[in-house]
């Protein structure tokens, strides 16, 4: 109404003899009433003047409603056919009141060129009226307007039961997603789209999913970043607790049959097979199954240092101590010969310079790579998903494939050596034991490296320690208990009368 008398006070905006009325309705939000109010307004419309008597008038420019949507479509359809307009050229260069700022006009073509307050008018029950400013609509340099919205401060009335309405053509993306435009289509249509690994969105319509800290990954929804699990083979855990009792086990087995070779020190069988090299042997297995234990629980920067090159020395010491008693096996048997010149290899010292100088070039080795690039531990934050994996860096990779490697030779030369000397006599027939234990060996450290490269984490670490324990366990049984049956189960066979006499019936 307040419009309308602007609207004919201003000579500017109407011709002459020219006013502009308005008729007010009331709906009550009954469909019905509506109903009656256009065919009362579109017929036959008796206009209230301000100021004036004219009788008649059936110049309907435009119709206001504020009704709910079921009604303002019904009257959308009503008006239809009779073509009424909702805006109107006279309302060109029409200047209005703005709650913030002056008067305002629009422009030649009824754009705005002002920035506006949108209000919500609160209806009280005891009729009182509340306007609450809930956005604002501005024109930017740009010349684009912008729109703002705080859907919080909107009061809807207690009636309007409806879903609020959208004005989108596509439903909301939520959070854990961003908006994905779409070629040729409108802004406010979009596509949703998950945020993608390490990524995530907090807010609805996201342009852009986060990045979350390395240390931290997405939940499920990507909805936050949340701190990565710490994984390294414990002591608490079943797969570290089945190591440490299979450890523990061989090590006393170990214990156990070193004391039966102790106690029976002046058997035949003992002193057939070298009594020193077979200490040795028994002792380096003993710390084989021992140093595993170093490979579980958390990596510190000691536990890095030792656990590889530890392993490496005694397993290189222990694989020496087997070709040493090959070769013993071989000179033995040849030096049985008339006149051959093999007897002055027959000496102890022969042997204990094969371990020796096999161990001191592993050892050699194993410093240098202390010095050039030690193991020390670290955090793997990228391997595994969700996991931060704390394991040591073995520093050099050359380094430890190169000790892999030295071990691999001293094994393949101690099979080849065996293998070779399998059909000796029945006197001297460790070397058949010593040929299938070496096979074992060999077998289970040839898996070993792509199922080493194939894993990540502490189950890369578990790969090394079931090599290790099952290695060992390999030599000690194949080599070791066959003699411990005889030594204990069938001591009438542990005599030297019967070992002269086996060794002539093969002859």
């Avoid at 301000?50 to 110049?59: F, I, K, S, T």
């Avoid at 703005?98 to 009729?127: C, H, P, Y």
């Avoid at 009226?129 to 401060?153: C, F, H, P, W």
Wanted: include cysteine.
């Amino acid at each position: 109404m307040l419009s309308s008398q602007e609207i004919n006070q201003n000579p500017r905006l109407l011709p002459n003899n020219v006013t502009l009325g308005y008729t007010v309705y009331e709906n009550t939000f009954d469909p019905r009433l509506t109903y009656d109010a256009w065919l009362d307004l579109v017929p036959s419309a008796q206009e209230t003047i301000p100021n004036y008597q004219c009788g008649r008038q059936n110049h309907l420019l435009a119709v206001v409603e504020g009704s709910e949507s079921e009604i303002s479509i019904d009257i959308s359809m009503l008006l239809s056919p009779y073509k009424v307009p909702q805006l109107h050229p006279f309302l060109r260069h029409y200047q209005f009141q703005n709650t913030s700022v002056g008067g305002k006009d629009l422009g030649e073509n009824g754009d705005l060129e002002a920035s506006l307050d949108i209000v919500n008018m609160i209806i009280f029950q005891n009729g009182s009226i509340l306007s609450v400013k809930v956005g604002r609509l501005e024109r930017q340099a740009s010349g684009e307007i912008k729109l703002t919205i705080d859907q919080d401060a909107i009061v809807w009335p207690p009636w309007y039961k409806q879903m609020l309405p959208d004005s989108r053509c596509t439903q909301s993306c939520l959070p854990g997603h961003l908006k994905v435009t779409l070629e040729g289509k409108p802004i406010c249509c979009y596509d949703c789209s998950p945020c993608g690994d390490g990524t995530i969105s907090t807010q609805h319509d996201a342009d852009r999913c986060t990045k979350c800290p390395e240390d931290q990954h997405p939940n499920l929804d990507h909805t936050q970043c949340i701190p990565k699990d710490i994984t390294f083979l414990s002591f608490e855990e079943t797969l570290g607790v089945i190591f440490i009792v299979l450890a523990l086990f061989l090590s006393i087995v170990t214990l156990l049959i070193l004391g039966i070779f102790i106690k029976y020190i002046d058997t035949p069988i003992v002193k057939a097979n070298n009594r020193d090299l077979t200490y040795i042997l028994l002792i380096s297995l003993l710390l084989s199954f021992l140093s595993s234990l170093l490979f579980i629980g958390q990596p510190r920067r000691v536990t890095c240092l030792l656990r590889q090159t530890a392993f490496s020395t005694i397993f290189t010491v222990a694989v020496s101590s087997v070709l040493a008693k090959t070769i013993t096996v071989v000179v033995a048997f040849m030096a049985t010969k008339p006149g051959n010149r093999m007897r002055k290899w027959l000496g102890k010292s022969v042997a204990k310079s094969i371990v020796i100088s096999c161990s001191t070039v592993q050892t050699g080795l194993c410093l240098t790579w202390l010095g050039i690039s030690p193991p020390f531990p670290e955090f793997d934050l990228h391997s595994r998903h969700g996991q931060i994996i704390w394991q040591c860096n073995e520093g050099s990779v050359a380094m430890f494939y190169g000790a892999l490697g030295y071990m691999g030779f001293l094994a393949a030369v101690s099979f080849m050596v065996a293998f070779l000397a399998r059909k000796l006599p029945g006197a001297f027939n460790e070397a058949k034991l010593i040929t299938f234990s070496m096979l074992v060996f060999c077998s289970i450290w040839m898996s070993f490296v792509p199922t080493y490269l194939s894993t990540k984490g502490k189950y890369m670490v578990a790969v090394q320690i079931f090599s290790i324990l099952a290695s060992s366990a390999g030599l000690l049984g194949c080599i070791f208990i066959p003699k411990c049956y005889i030594i204990v189960v069938r001591p009438g066979l542990n005599i030297r009368d019967h070992l002269i006499m086996k060794s002539q019936s093969i002859k």
